[in-house]
């Protein structure tokens, strides 16, 4: 995992936001078996420090790639105390 700085989350077409600080899973790649396309598809899970309104489709600028967040972003509860430290967002790119 490492932690990002600064990136920007594009949200909503031309609207942009800035999240000062997250983590970052280093990215998975996988190749897709379409026939048509040889396509590479990269994985990423963000931490948020803060919770964010983002959704699925929303946009992600990752290292420099433009990610697509995927399924909902979720927000990890402490069962025991109530705390929501940030939210957790699955995002992809695929390139090829």
């Not at 078996?33 to 309104?53: C, E, G, I, K, L």
Request: net charge negative; glycine share 8%.
């Amino acid at each position: 995992m490492s932690l990002i700085r600064a990136f920007v989350l594009a949200v909503s077409g031309q609207t942009t936001l800035a999240i000062p600080r997250c983590g970052v899973d280093d990215a998975k790649a996988r190749e897709t078996h379409d026939p048509n396309r040889n396509a590479v598809v990269t994985d990423f899970v963000v931490w948020p420090d803060s919770q964010y309104d983002v959704a699925a489709g929303d946009r992600l600028i990752i290292r420099g790639l433009t990610c697509e967040i995927v399924g909902r972003p979720s927000t990890p509860r402490n069962p025991f105390t109530g705390d929501e430290p940030g939210m957790e967002l699955f995002a992809n790119v695929w390139e090829g």
